[in-house]
């Protein structure tokens, strides 16, 4: 069973208008979600993560946003630039001593900035 | 501050051969996790080792196996392979293996692995 879900494989939007990348997900023990980017032939880089207790974090131009009654985060990146066009997964983990060092992803949405 | 290394970036295999790959952590890290990605069941966490210790697994056969060594480098190993094993194996690590709520784990470039 796929717990967390991007539904969208792809996104493109115009340079300096906002980009919002969606995620669900249908474990609700998940307690911390992050977002990683990753560009091809090389490894997933760490961008932004939340708590399940908070709502909404913030870095730069990385906004993500948690909503647990809907088991749906987004991340939106606000003004999108060319070189933000990648490949962005969500992932989650349900923390805890028994959970270490496992994240689970889902499958990625390539996103595409056109400048 | 050097990141997460993996080698060989790229192998070859035959069906039924066994491989194995290296993880060398970013310094001061003791957890290092390994992850299989293919297209299609994507990013799949394969486990974990802190302080040279298995912590946490997942669902693959136990044809995946791995070690940590007490300097914090990890290896995984696949024997009997299958052509599905074709995939890019990534590492990641961090400090503790406490949830990264702060900077998430860090991954290497992986290695892609080819059975023919």
């Known amino acids: 069973d796929q717990q967390v879900k991007q539904n969208s494989p792809s996104l493109s939007v115009q340079e300096g208008r906002i980009s919002i990348l969606n995620c669900d997900y249908t474990?609700?023990?998940?307690?911390?979600f992050l977002w990683y980017k990753k560009y091809p032939a090389e490894g997933p880089t760490f961008l932004i993560s939340?708590?399940?207790?908070?709502d909404k974090n913030e870095d730069g131009r990385f906004t993500v946003f948690l909503n647990k009654s809907a088991k749906h985060l987004s991340l939106h990146i606000v003004p999108s630039q060319p070189g933000d066009s990648a490949v962005y997964f969500c992932?989650?983990?349900?923390?805890?001593?028994?959970?270490?060092?496992?994240?689970?992803f889902g499958q990625g949405t390539t996103l595409q900035v056109k400048p | 501050k050097a990141g997460v290394t993996q080698t060989p970036r790229y192998l070859i295999k035959t069906r039924g051969q066994q491989v194995t790959l290296s993880c060398s952590p970013i310094?001061?890290?003791?957890?290092v996790s390994w992850y299989q990605q293919t297209p299609g069941q994507g990013l799949q966490f394969l486990f974990e080792?802190?302080?040279?210790?298995?912590?946490n697994k997942g669902n693959f056969p136990g044809r995946f196996s791995g070690r940590q060594f007490s300097n914090s480098r990890s290896e995984m190993n696949v024997s009997t392979l299958e052509l599905g094993d074709s995939a890019l194996y990534l590492c990641?690590?961090?400090?503790?293996?406490?949830?990264?709520?702060?900077?998430?784990?860090?991954f290497g470039s992986g290695t892609r692995l080819t059975v023919v």
């Open positions: 080792y802190f302080s040279e210790t298995q912590r």
């Open positions: 939340i708590s399940s207790i908070k």
């Open positions: 474990n609700s023990m998940f307690d911390y």
């Open positions: 310094s001061g890290h003791r957890s």
């Open positions: 992932a989650a983990t349900p923390g805890g001593s028994g959970n270490t060092g496992k994240l689970i």
């Open positions: 990641a690590s961090s400090p503790f293996g406490a949830t990264p709520l702060y900077y998430g784990y860090t």
